[in-house]
């Protein structure tokens, strides 16, 4: 059975930082694609990063770019998002997906709300004050 758990969310204060982790089990992460996701109620869930697997390669939207980092531990199969510089704006549910196909991983197409991940987490809350 495939799970991935995310942690590290929590509450900061803008300008602040914060590194979540998801850890998967069920399947060997190395060259999938895995990517962070996040949703504030009532708005449409939002790619944030998104990283092919065993290369390291990676693609990030346009609101967290030069911010946040995604990057891989594959000797522990766990999938980081380094978020530096936060902002108000960046609260939400984070969320880690994965898929098994690497096919346009490395696109927007990965980070568009109707993406398909065939696998989810349940999610942690980041909250960034001013």
């Known amino acids: 059975q495939v799970q991935l758990v995310e942690s590290g969310g929590g509450s900061v204060q803008a300008g602040g930082s914060l590194r979540l982790s998801c850890v998967v089990s069920?399947?060997?992460?190395?060259?999938?694609?895995m990517a962070w996701f996040r949703r504030i109620p009532g708005k449409e869930r939002e790619g944030v990063a998104v990283?092919?697997?065993?290369?390291?390669?990676?693609y990030y939207g346009d609101s967290v770019k030069g911010r946040f980092t995604i990057s891989q531990d594959l000797a522990k199969n766990t999938v980081h998002l380094q978020m530096n510089s936060l902002k108000p704006e960046d609260t939400a549910m984070y969320y880690c997906a994965a898929r098994t196909s690497g096919y346009n991983c490395l696109s927007w197409l990965s980070l568009t709300p109707s993406a398909n991940f065939a696998y989810w987490g349940q999610g942690t809350q980041v909250t960034v004050s001013s």
């Open positions: 069920g399947f060997t992460i190395n060259s999938n694609c």
């Open positions: 990283i092919f697997t065993g290369s390291g390669s990676t």
